[in-house]
């Protein structure tokens, strides 16, 4: 149990264009996602927070009109790049938390993003 | 603030080799431990944790101690496999699985055959 799903897994696109990238509970509810950015070869940089029904709290120098982030039921968040360019390729990973008490986070596969 | 520091990659190792590698962390308080390990083009899982001082963590023939008096968590392994090859993260977190986790700059494991 505990399965975190992200779509698309892979995605390339032109400059300009902008990606949404969805993060599923599959097998229990979650009150709170989180989305993080990896950069090649480096550690994940936690990005922002999101709880259901709320907006989400971005971390510090991560821009939430260009980052938007939903959070519209228990079982999905997603994560919409607007207008991306070059310097927003990246690898970006959701997790999620179980409703009630001291949960684990439960990883999604990550989503590769590449913008040309 | 909190901070991980593990030791730079790659590291590279025959198999059926030791492997070691060290974490260390800065934090206030009583921070949960964890090693975190991402597979190629997948997402992390969780390998082991450890919630307080003294405590070992171990899965799959990992394993770690918590050692609050030297702020550090090493990974071991005995007799590492191919298929071990990935990153592996070390990070903290103030809860026990936690929602405000620090991740370890990470490192890369090679196994050659």
């Known amino acids: 149990g505990a399965v975190v799903s992200q779509h698309p897994s892979r995605v390339i696109c032109k400059s300009g264009t902008s990606v949404k990238i969805e993060c599923r509970s599959l097998?229990?509810?979650?009150?709170?996602m989180f989305w993080y950015r990896q950069f090649p070869k480096q550690s994940l940089m936690l990005m922002a927070t999101?709880?259901?029904?709320?907006?989400?709290?971005?971390e510090q120098g991560v821009e939430k009109d260009k980052f938007l982030i939903n959070h519209a039921s228990l079982t999905l968040s997603t994560l919409t790049v607007t207008s991306a360019h070059p310097e927003d390729s990246s690898f970006y990973i959701c997790?999620?938390?179980?409703?009630?008490?001291?949960?684990?986070?439960?990883f999604g596969d990550g989503t590769r993003l590449s913008i040309l | 603030g909190d901070s991980v520091t593990q030791m730079e990659g790659p590291v590279t190792l025959s198999e059926e080799a030791f492997l070691t590698i060290n974490c260390t962390y800065t934090?206030?308080?009583?921070?949960?431990l964890f090693w975190y390990v991402q597979y190629p083009g997948e997402g992390l899982q969780l390998l082991l944790k450890?919630?307080?001082?003294?405590d070992k963590g171990s899965n799959k023939g990992f394993e770690a101690t918590y050692r609050k008096e030297t702020t550090s968590f090493h990974l071991e392994k005995g007799s590492v496999q191919v298929s071990d090859s990935a990153v592996y993260f070390c990070?903290?977190?103030?809860?026990?699985?936690?929602?405000?986790?620090?991740f370890g700059p990470g490192t890369r494991l090679s196994v050659l055959p």
């Open positions: 999101s709880n259901e029904g709320s907006k989400a709290t971005y």
């Open positions: 450890a919630t307080k001082a003294d």
């Open positions: 934090a206030t308080g009583y921070p949960s």
């Open positions: 097998d229990f509810q979650a009150t709170t």
């Open positions: 990070a903290l977190s103030d809860l026990h699985y936690g929602q405000n986790f620090v």
């Open positions: 997790s999620a938390i179980k409703m009630g008490g001291d949960q684990p986070q439960h």
